[in-house]
């Protein structure tokens, strides 16, 4: 044995044969890929109950032993996911965007790039499709989505954009054969779409910090407490005496102020989570799009790979330029002009295209 080798310990090389075996070349993005695409896999699966609108999303019946509890939806949402556009909202939301969300995982496995290009590009293609369906429909609900508060819709149509709009520019640039691009514009939008989890996360977080020290305070419309209490009259009055005349009719858009606690009845709790989420949401969306920048600095050498694949790929299909047929810095900016260089290197090319 040669002492001046570098020995490699035995599960060292366990571990690489692990990653290897899924197509990655560095560990840490075997890693990276197995703990937040582990996670939003995760999220994702435990989500599709809510596709059983009537048992879990909404349920017509209050919870076993929780006469005033709640399930599924956060407590009120549901008095505007039971009617027409609210309910083709969510069902088109969740049919489409759940799916979607556990092929993408699959898409950024190197090794169903590498083996079987023609799965990725169908796969790609329905997870496109369903991204579309399921954007539609929160399009459709975020006027009243966590509380509906002027903050929620608004970063809820921010992080709806950015997202269609990285899809829409992962999909231009696959069709112009400009790989590190899609690539890119792929990993920001769905990076971007996996907010929704840290939003969560913060927010409860939030929502637990607040009730124990200066709680938050929030007006709530009585048909939406109805709805809440599982139209249990009585209970509503008692609580709220306020609400007496929604129920006889006298002010039917009647609302109260409903101290926002951990509490276990559902107004208090929808009133803790609907003053934090908005504030969660847009921090666990300026979260995200800085970690999917840091990740794409930090892989640049990928991202040189696949534009040295680009530029094969677009010298065989004649294109103009080859290299910058796509949407780059070169073409649309100011950036230095950019040369395949000639160094060797394995491209990992299949000999196939993306179209």
Aim: net charge positive; hydrophobic share 45%; glycine share 10%.
């Amino acid at each position: 044995m040669d002492p001046n080798k570098p020995q490699i310990l035995p599960y060292t090389t366990l571990l690489r044969r692990i990653y290897r075996a899924f197509g990655f070349n560095k560990g840490y993005n075997f890693v990276l890929w197995f703990l937040f695409g582990g996670a939003f896999l995760a999220f994702t699966l435990s989500r599709f109950i809510y596709l059983d609108f009537d048992g879990r999303l909404c349920p017509s019946e209050p919870p076993t032993n929780r006469p005033y509890g709640s399930r599924g939806a956060v407590p009120g949402e549901c008095y505007h996911y039971r009617r027409g556009v609210g309910k083709a909202g969510i069902i088109m939301h969740l049919a489409g965007i759940l799916p979607a969300a556990v092929l993408v995982v699959f898409q950024f496995l190197p090794v169903i790039r590498h083996r079987s290009l023609i799965v990725h590009r169908i796969n790609g293609y329905i997870v496109l499709l369903l991204s579309t369906v399921g954007m539609i429909g929160v399009f459709m609900i975020s006027r009243h989505t966590f509380g509906g508060t002027l903050e929620m819709q608004t970063v809820t149509g921010a992080a709806s954009i950015l997202f269609v709009t990285c899809m829409l520019l992962a999909y231009i640039n696959i069709k112009k054969l400009q790989l590190e691009q899609h690539r890119a514009w792929m990993i920001r939008g769905w990076i971007i779409a996996a907010h929704v989890v840290t939003m969560r996360l913060i927010g409860i977080i939030m929502a637990q910090i607040t009730s124990r020290m200066d709680p938050y305070y929030t007006t709530t419309p009585c048909a939406v407490l109805d709805s809440m209490f599982y139209h249990n009259k009585p209970a509503v009055e008692a609580l709220y005496p306020d609400c007496i005349g929604f129920y006889t009719g006298e002010t039917p858009d009647q609302r109260v102020i409903i101290k926002g606690t951990s509490g276990g009845r559902p107004d208090e709790i929808a009133a803790s989570l609907n003053s934090a989420f908005g504030a969660s949401a847009w921090l666990a969306l300026l979260i995200h799009i800085i970690a999917a920048e840091l990740y794409l600095r930090l892989t640049s050498a990928e991202s040189e790979r696949l534009r040295k694949v680009s530029y094969r790929w677009q010298q065989n299909a004649g294109m103009k330029d080859p290299g910058n047929a796509g949407l780059t810095a070169q073409r649309l900016g100011d950036a230095e002009p950019w040369a395949c260089p000639v160094d060797g290197q394995t491209l990992y090319d299949d000999g196939e295209s993306f179209r």
